[in-house]
């Protein structure tokens, strides 16, 4: 236990020293936070009301699927995973750590997120606390899972990125943090519903408990995904 603690507690301060965390869980997030928020506030002040939950959304899609992906790419494609190897670390440590910290700094951004939009933006608090940190947390979970996926099983960054981005755009445009997803057409209000973004964005706002346990089960078949692939790399 001494030994996890200690490789969560390094792999935050790496992570807070490495440009690609600062940049994708940090710095474009808050800045887009800062930038929008007042945007659609100005443009529809009904978006107070679910502002904060829609920019938590953009924080945990961009930090989790352009910022972990490369991170996990660095230690299994390269000399890492080797050392794990060496001295007899499991295999799978690597992800866990990783997952963990990117967990640690992105919840940390949200919270800011949190904290900082009443006063600055107006926005209104969530009116379920509970199930709000909750389904955040779920959600968060699920992205940080899907960027580990990525992460094992594209090696090169420019092929990371890419795939990342074929995810991330359809997440942040159909989820309805943009503009209502009335206003899109029927079927793709339809497919929405296959991005995280869409499911975890509807429970903080909406507060549709029923889509939680979709949310898990999607968690699940993304924690077997990861093991599937670590297994095969244990084996490689």
Known sequence: MKAFLYGVGLQLKLDIRSRTMLVTCYLV???????????????????????????????????????????????YGGDVKKMFRANGVPVGLGVVTQFVSSFVHTFIVCLIVFAVAPPVFGAELPQNL???????????????????????????????????????????????IMFPATMLPQFLQYAAYAFPATIGFGVMTAFQVWQLPVLAAQFVALCAAVAIILNIKARA
């Open 29 to 75: 997030p808050l800045v887009f936070f800062f930038f929008m928020g007042g945007i659609f506030t100005s443009i529809d002040p009904a978006a107070s009301r679910t502002l904060i939950a829609s920019m938590s959304v953009f924080v945990i899609t961009m930090s989790a699927l352009i910022g972990l992906p490369p991170s996990l790419g660095e230690v």
């Open 130 to 176: 509970p199930l709000y940190f909750c389904s955040l947390a779920l959600l968060l979970c699920v992205t940080l899972a899907a960027g580990c996926v990525l992460g094992l099983l594209i090696k090169t960054q420019a092929r990371q990125t890419m795939a990342a981005m074929i995810i991330f755009l359809p997440s942040i445009m159909l989820s309805g």
